[in-house]
């Protein structure tokens, strides 16, 4: 699903990323731990395509994204896809289900469509009364919710997310750690989650450890996947 070959990454003279190999297999939750300053968030922008490495290769799904233009690059972004932050990001002039919405409408999905899905993931999330609810009507919860159904809404195969619980109480952390493995049981995504929260990296599938750069006690082997090359060809959708 994702393999991360011989990643390296610098900012200016501070070499962040210095030499990352890495397989995810389809439908892992994965987290990242590290102490602060390990590249962790980094690492997460490179396989999320918001940054580009130095040198290596990041291939999900089969596709080599260092091949893409930048106009398919955004395309496989927002197709195959879905981003969770530490802070909802929801923007507070929509409603619920028109955040869930947008990333479906710059996929070009109709509006029917993209809301019928939209209401689909908020029943899914016990959210549905929380439809026409501006984000300062929700609760911090719930707004974090909203924001997983919108990186859900597109069907992407992979769920990469930064600190998703860091702002929330002992409560509905735990609740959205389980909405992780019940999205993973339910839809088959593939979650990488950052996260300083040990009782969630506890839970995960597998914890990668970075450290100054580098992942402690790497695999010691890498699968390799077909690839597809062609820089101006579509990638396939789910």
């Given at each position: 699903?994702?393999?991360?070959?011989?990643?390296?990454?610098?900012?200016?003279?501070?070499?962040?990323?210095?030499?990352?190999?890495?397989?995810i297999?389809?439908?892992?939750?994965?987290?990242?731990?590290?102490?602060?300053?390990?590249g962790?968030?980094?690492?997460?922008?490179?396989?999320?395509?918001?940054?580009?490495?130095?040198?290596?290769?990041?291939?999900?799904?089969?596709?080599d994204t260092?091949?893409?233009?930048?106009?398919?690059?955004?395309?496989?972004r927002?197709?195959?896809?879905?981003?969770?932050?530490?802070?909802?990001?929801?923007?507070?002039?929509?409603?619920?289900?028109e955040?869930i919405?947008?990333?479906?409408?710059?996929?070009?999905?109709?509006?029917?469509?993209?809301?019928?899905?939209?209401?689909?993931?908020?029943?899914?999330?016990?959210?549905?009364?929380?439809?026409?609810?501006?984000?300062?009507?929700?609760?911090?919860?719930e707004?974090?919710?909203?924001?997983?159904?919108?990186?859900?809404?597109?069907?992407?195969?992979?769920i990469?997310?930064?600190e998703?619980s860091?702002?929330?109480?002992?409560?509905?952390?735990?609740e959205?750690h389980?909405?992780?493995?019940d999205?993973r049981d339910q839809?088959?995504?593939t979650?990488?989650?950052?996260?300083h929260?040990e009782?969630?990296?506890a839970?995960?599938?597998?914890t990668?450890?970075?450290?100054?750069?580098?992942?402690?006690?790497p695999?010691?082997?890498?699968?390799?996947?077909?690839?597809?090359?062609?820089?101006?060809?579509?990638?396939?959708?789910?």
């Amino acid at each position: 699903m994702i393999d991360i070959k011989n990643i390296t990454k610098s900012f200016g003279s501070l070499q962040v990323l210095k030499g990352i190999d890495l397989h995810i297999d389809k439908g892992e939750v994965v987290s990242i731990v590290g102490p602060s300053g390990a590249g962790k968030t980094t690492l997460l922008q490179i396989i999320g395509t918001l940054d580009r490495p130095d040198s290596g290769e990041v291939i999900v799904d089969g596709i080599d994204t260092s091949r893409l233009s930048t106009k398919k690059l955004s395309d496989f972004r927002n197709q195959h896809l879905g981003f969770v932050f530490q802070f909802h990001q929801l923007l507070p002039e929509f409603t619920a289900v028109e955040n869930i919405m947008i990333p479906a409408y710059i996929a070009g999905v109709s509006r029917k469509q993209a809301r019928k899905r939209a209401e689909e993931l908020l029943d899914f999330m016990n959210l549905s009364d929380r439809a026409t609810h501006k984000p300062n009507e929700l609760s911090g919860g719930e707004k974090q919710r909203v924001a997983v159904a919108r990186a859900l809404v597109n069907n992407p195969a992979v769920i990469l997310a930064d600190e998703p619980s860091g702002s929330l109480d002992t409560k509905n952390k735990e609740e959205l750690h389980q909405l992780f493995f019940d999205l993973r049981d339910q839809f088959g995504q593939t979650f990488v989650i950052v996260t300083h929260d040990e009782a969630l990296a506890a839970i995960t599938d597998r914890t990668i450890h970075l450290r100054d750069g580098l992942i402690e006690n790497p695999e010691t082997t890498i699968e390799t996947p077909e690839i597809c090359l062609d820089s101006e060809t579509t990638p396939p959708s789910e």
